[in-house]
C-alpha cells in the first residue's frame, strides 16, 4: 500500500506562484511514475504532469513552459513548482503514485487563481 500526502495548495492572484508537494509513504520500494492530475468544476480531470523514476518528464500543453516538476528518489517525493499561474490553472490538484502496475491517488489540493 501507498499512501500520498498533498500540500501546497490555497488561493493566489494571476501570475503568482505556488509550489506542490506529494510524499509518498509505505513499504515501498522504488515507484515507477509519480506526478499531477487536476480536475476543474465540471471537467475530466486531465494529466498536469509526471516524472519517471529515471528522470524522464511529460506535461500537458497548457502548463509547459510555466510549471516544472521534480522528484526526490530517495524520500518518495514529487515537487510542481508553478508559475505564471492563470484562472484556468484553477482544479483540484491530484497527486499520483504507479507502483507496482497499481495507480494511487492522493486527497487532492485546491488550487485557486484569481483574475
Known amino acids: 500500500q501507498v499512501q500520498l500526502a498533498e500540500s501546497g495548495g490555497g488561493l493566489v492572484q494571476a501570475g503568482s506562484s505556488l509550489r506542490l508537494s506529494c510524499a509518498a509513504s509505505?513499504?515501498?520500494?522504488?515507484?515507477?511514475?509519480m506526478g499531477w492530475y487536476r480536475q476543474a468544476p465540471g471537467e475530466e480531470r486531465e494529466l498536469v504532469a509526471r516524472?519517471?523514476?529515471?528522470?524522464?518528464?511529460n506535461y500537458a500543453d497548457s502548463v509547459k513552459g510555466r510549471f516544472t516538476i521534480a522528484r526526490d528518489n530517495a524520500k518518495n517525493t514529487v515537487y510542481l513548482q508553478m508559475n505564471s499561474l492563470k484562472p484556468e490553472d484553477t482544479a483540484v490538484y491530484y497527486c499520483?503514485?504507479?507502483?507496482?502496475?497499481?495507480?494511487?491517488w492522493g486527497q487532492g489540493t485546491q488550487v485557486t487563481v484569481s483574475a
Open positions: 509505505g513499504n515501498i520500494f522504488r515507484i515507477n511514475a
Open positions: 499520483f503514485a504507479n507502483y507496482l502496475a497499481r495507480d494511487y
Open positions: 516524472i519517471l523514476s529515471g528522470g524522464s518528464t
